[in-house]
């Protein structure tokens, strides 16, 4: 079993730099990868990146790369959302999520690969 809490999410500004934290507990953190997921009204959850167990490889969805930065401390048992630049577009529910059947070094985009959910923040940027 893993429980994952999201934090970090509010109100914030177009431009504005908050960051996402997502504190894990049970199974070892370094045996899973971590994603992070957000759901935007009236729409479906949608991959935002992704981390490996060891935190060597990463992969991030179009709308968020080179703005949005995933890191992982396994020491800590915390994997970090940095998200730069914000757009109002960038508002929706952000969830983390642990992926139990990764590989060392492998990561995935695909919501079905993610067996524990954290209940999600919020996060609205206006403009």
């Known amino acids: 079993q893993v429980q994952l809490v999201e934090s970090g999410g509010g109100l914030v500004q177009a431009g504005d730099s908050p960051r996402l934290s997502c504190a894990a507990s049970g199974r070892a953190f370094s045996s899973y990868s971590m994603g992070w997921f957000r759901q935007a009204p009236g729409k479906e959850r949608e991959f935002v990146a992704s981390?490996?167990?060891?935190?060597?490889?990463?992969n991030y969805a179009d709308p968020v790369k080179g703005r949005f930065t995933i890191s992982r401390d396994n020491a800590k048992n915390t994997v970090v959302l940095q998200m730069n630049s914000l757009k109002p577009e960038d508002t929706a529910v952000y969830y983390c999520?642990?992926?139990?059947?990764?590989?060392?070094?492998?990561?995935?985009?695909?919501?079905?690969?993610?067996?524990?959910w954290g209940l999600g923040t919020q996060v609205t940027v206006s403009s």
């Open positions: 999520a642990a992926n139990t059947s990764s590989g060392w070094t492998s990561i995935s985009i695909r919501e079905k690969e993610y067996k524990y």
């Open positions: 981390i490996s167990r060891i935190g060597t490889t990463q």
